[in-house]
Structure formats: C-alpha cells, structure tokens
C-alpha cells in the first residue's frame, strides 16, 4: 500500500474500525465429508428395491451373465451389501465422491470408486452398466436434472434405474401442512432442524411428490415401470404399522421407490 500524507494508509480512514477476518462458512462438500452425517438408508428400503431390481435382472447364471450394478452414492455401503444378499451373483461397484463414505464402504463391499454425477464425472463407459442403484441421493442434489443425465450415459439401452427418496406428501407430512408445521424431510438450514419434528440434519435440498418423481424420471429418459412405497425407519414405533399400511398406496408412503428402465 502506498502511504497518504497524515501517514495512513491510503484510502483508509485512520477511525475506520479493525474487523476480524471473516471466517468461512462450510460448504454442501465440508457437509457431507463430516463423518457425523448419515450417509445410509434404513435396511427395510434398502432391501425392498434390491428385491424390485433382483427381479428385474434375474439370477446370474450359466445363460445369463452377471450385471453390473452400480450403487451411485453408495454411503457407507451399507445399502449395497444389503443389496448382494438378493442379488444372485451379479457385480455391485460402490460409487461416491465422499472419501469419508468411500472408507467405510470399502470393507463392505468388494470394489468402491470415487465419481461425480455431472459433466461425465462418473469414471465408467456410456452404457457400460445395466443397472443403477441412487438410493436417497436425489434429494441431496443442488443439479439434479445433469445427474439423472449422467445416470442415462452409463447405463446400457433397457438398462434399470432404481431410485429412493422421501416423499414430500408423506401421509403425517399431508397433517403437518395442515398444522403449519413444516414438512418432515425438509430442512431450511445446514446448522440445525427449524419447525418440523426432528433433530437431525442430514442435506436435503429437493423433496418430491410420487406424481413430480413420476415426471422428472421420465423427462430424464426413462420409462417408469413401477412406483412403489417404503416405510420409513423414523417414524415413531407406534405409528409404524400405519406407516407400512401407507406403503399400498405410494402417494402417501414415507419413501417412493421407482424403478425404470433407459429408453
């Protein structure tokens, strides 16, 4: 700096008050590194739309060669292991970008890979895969239109996807608008729960309705076999029977389930 005549620095009022340097606010990336968030689905879901893919794929065998399947957003593994157990013999290969999920997904599963989910960040061949697992991802997303994009490269013509997330129109959430309290699933801070029940923050930026995910994954370039509904682990003990009862009809269900096929 050059110094002005009363000796100050120039431009600089010698009052001007002194701030502490600022202090940077974490990132979505520092978020989902810190090893305090949830990185898995609940056991009952995950096994749910294994059993959904596991039909569709049908067994490995001496006719039919093993698939590939790729568990994008693979967490700690947890949902992909419990994946293999229905998955007769075909290849699941643990996707992330997380090094902190990737750590604890390697003991679980026999092959873990870093990747992004835009600009052809997954390190995979245009239809390589025959099958995507992107269980509760979606919601997480700030670009999910360029995922949904990257997921359609590298599956293989008629490969499946298979997705999970939350559903904003839940059968409580339905009650809880009506209260105006805010929805479960949704979050309006990365710090801390405001107006909804719960304390935990887990980074959801989008929720879906079962008729808005019907229609974003089909826009994507897939055809939507099925809908189907998962309970979800949260709710409270007495009202899990209620909860599974919603699951008949997935509008109301606390977790949509889609599977679909590339087209």
């Not at 600022?22 to 056991?43: C, H, K, M, N, Q």
Request: net charge positive; aromatic share 4%; hydrophobic share 40%.
């Amino acid at each position: 700096m050059t110094p002005s005549s009363n000796g100050s620095a120039a431009g600089k009022s010698p009052e001007a008050p002194v701030h502490s340097p600022i202090r940077p606010v974490p990132g979505l990336r520092d978020f989902y590194e810190d090893p305090t968030v949830p990185v898995a689905s609940g056991e009952a879901r995950s096994l749910r739309q294994a059993r959904i893919l596991a039909d569709a794929l049908g067994p490995a065998g001496p006719d039919r060669p093993a698939a590939t399947v790729l568990d994008v957003g693979c967490g700690d593994g947890s949902a992909a292991a419990t994946a293999a157990r229905v998955l007769n013999g075909h290849r699941i290969v643990g996707v992330d970008w997380s090094q902190d999920a990737l750590r604890r997904a390697a003991p679980r599963l026999s092959q873990v890979v870093r990747g992004e989910l835009t600009g052809g960040g997954l390190p995979f061949a245009s239809g390589s895969a025959d099958a995507v697992l992107f269980s509760e991802v979606v919601e997480h997303l700030v670009d999910p239109d360029s995922a949904l994009d990257e997921l359609h490269r590298v599956l293989r013509p008629g490969g499946h996807l298979m997705l999970s997330t939350p559903n904003l129109a839940a059968w409580y959430n339905r009650g809880l608008l009506l209260a105006g309290v805010q929805p479960v699933f949704s979050e309006v801070s990365l710090r801390r729960i405001h107006g909804r029940p719960g304390s935990q923050v887990v980074g959801h930026l989008r929720l879906y309705t079962a008729r808005a995910l019907r229609e974003f994954v089909a826009a994507s370039g897939f055809e939507v076999v099925t809908v189907a509904g998962a309970p979800f682990h949260g709710v409270p003990r007495p009202l899990r029977p209620l909860d599974r009862l919603a699951c008949r009809l997935p509008s109301l269900a606390s977790i949509l389930l889609v599977h679909a096929r590339k087209v």
